[in-house]
């Protein structure tokens, strides 16, 4: 397995505000880096993958960079919906696929 | 457009065995490259990894769980299908099924809402 850690597990923040969540990766998972947002109660919604291409319908407030074992969730101006937990996941060769321990973004 | 649906028991005793169905629309998982997953998240944690099975039958398993599952697929039927032998109350978590769209990266574009599996006696 590849544990992933990310950074912080929670965050305040308020409307408007530049955010940034940080995934690393236990060894370099090349791009192999996936983010996702799950509103309290609901299924996880797929943001970015291959670490920075943007899933078709999010937002373009929404970004990923990185490359290797460090990677980085911005998003530019945080709206009300924004508010949720946050999960990073690497999916570099075969299984099994990790997932980081979320970071709940809160609102301030 | 694209959908996914759990289903199965919301509550089963510990040492039984659960089967989950994820019944999908949208896209045939006879088609090159479609793969389905299984991933669970018990309560306020984290999602944790389960199964995979591909359009050509390849299938994948977390390591730690992999004596207690088995992942199958009924084409004609559109479903996947996981189940999950000697529960524990541990196993307690809502069991999401999820779309892969491509043989040349592993991300979930698509998700099922979730079935929530109590494990109690």
């Known amino acids: 397995d590849i544990p992933m850690t990310q950074s912080p597990s929670s965050l305040s923040a308020s409307v408007g505000d530049r955010v940034t969540i940080t995934c690393r990766a236990s060894?370099?998972?090349?791009?192999?880096l996936n983010w996702y947002q799950q509103r309290s109660g609901k299924a996880p919604k797929l943001l970015i993958y291959?670490?920075?291409t943007l899933q078709s319908g999010v937002p373009s407030r929404f970004s990923g960079s990185g490359f290797g074992t460090d990677f980085t969730l911005t998003i530019s101006s945080l709206q009300p919906e924004d508010f949720a937990t946050y999960y990073c996941q690497q999916s570099f060769s075969t299984p099994p696929y990790t997932f980081g321990q979320g970071t709940k973004l809160e609102i301030k | 457009q694209v959908t996914l649906k759990e289903s199965g028991p919301a509550l089963v005793k510990p040492t039984q065995t659960l089967t989950l169905t994820c019944t999908f629309s949208?896209?045939?998982?006879?088609?090159?490259?479609?793969?389905v997953s299984w991933i669970r998240q018990p309560p306020g944690k984290a999602l944790e990894w389960l199964a995979r099975?591909?359009?050509?039958?390849?299938?994948f398993y977390s390591a730690s769980l992999r004596t207690r599952l088995t992942i199958s697929k009924d084409t004609s039927k559109n479903q996947v299908v996981l189940t999950m032998t000697n529960v524990d109350p541990m196993d307690t978590a809502t069991y999401f099924c999820?779309?892969?769209?491509?043989?040349?990266?592993?991300?979930?574009?698509?998700w099922g809402q979730g079935t929530l599996v109590t494990v109690s006696s």
């Open positions: 949208g896209f045939s998982l006879s088609t090159y490259g479609m793969r």
């Open positions: 291959a670490a920075s």
């Open positions: 999820a779309r892969i769209p491509t043989a040349d990266d592993s991300w979930f574009d698509y």
């Open positions: 099975i591909d359009w050509d039958d390849d299938k």
């Open positions: 060894q370099s998972i090349n791009s192999y």
